[in-house]
């Protein structure tokens, strides 16, 4: 049995034995520490030693917990959706007059900030998911469907006031707009490089978003 378990709102060990709170710190220490590794160094080159000796315990008690360091990412991407919430709440704000940009622009700068705050992992997810491998699929879907579905749900509420064409598929036109936001959250230093500031980043997704969501123009 994996260490996430299968009772709801318990996490367990490989044994299938049900963590107390000590076990849990414990558990955290060593994903702050796959973490931190991740920042640096690809998943492939880390190893259970040297995750062990930066959250000062044993491999015995890393395995204890998680059945590789791929486990421990997964785990990590797992964590990383309770900050979608965020992007979530900026969503359901105003899209009316002048206050729908800076609703557009809240969730510019929330997805940047949860990608700034999650990079390595994330994108350890996304290849891992684009690969094949399902467990990394479903924590994508599960992090990013609330918000496509939320997106959605404002388009068509658009194209009921026929500010927005009916030739655009809600969900579609979502699911094309969280592209946009993840590649260019992704790829944010290397844009950098091309003078694209943060602010710039962040405006040129909020206006695509103002344009798709509402319909209107920015002028």
Known sequence: M????SQPGRVMAQTGRVLGPRALKTRQ?????TAQLLRDRSVLDISVV??????ETSPATFYHYFKDVEEATLQ???QAIEEMPAVLEQIDGSW?????FDTAR???EAFLQHWETHHAVLLIRNLAADNGDRRFQKVRRDALAPVLERLADRILEAQEASHVSRTLHPFAAAAALGSILEK??????ELAHRGISRDDLIDTCAGILFQVV???SLD
Do not use: V
């Not at 994996?2 to 378990?5: F, H, K, T």
């Not at 040297?50 to 959250?55: C, F, G, L």
């Open 2 to 5: 994996g260490s996430q378990g």
């Open 184 to 189: 260019l959250s992704a790829h944010a230093g």
């Open 76 to 78: 990590l991407a797992r």
């Open 96 to 100: 009316d007059g002048a206050r729908g």
């Open 50 to 55: 040297e995750i062990a000796r930066k959250a």
């Open 214 to 216: 509402t319909g209107r």
């Open 29 to 33: 220490r060593l994903l702050d520490a």
């Open 106 to 108: 809240g969730i510019a």
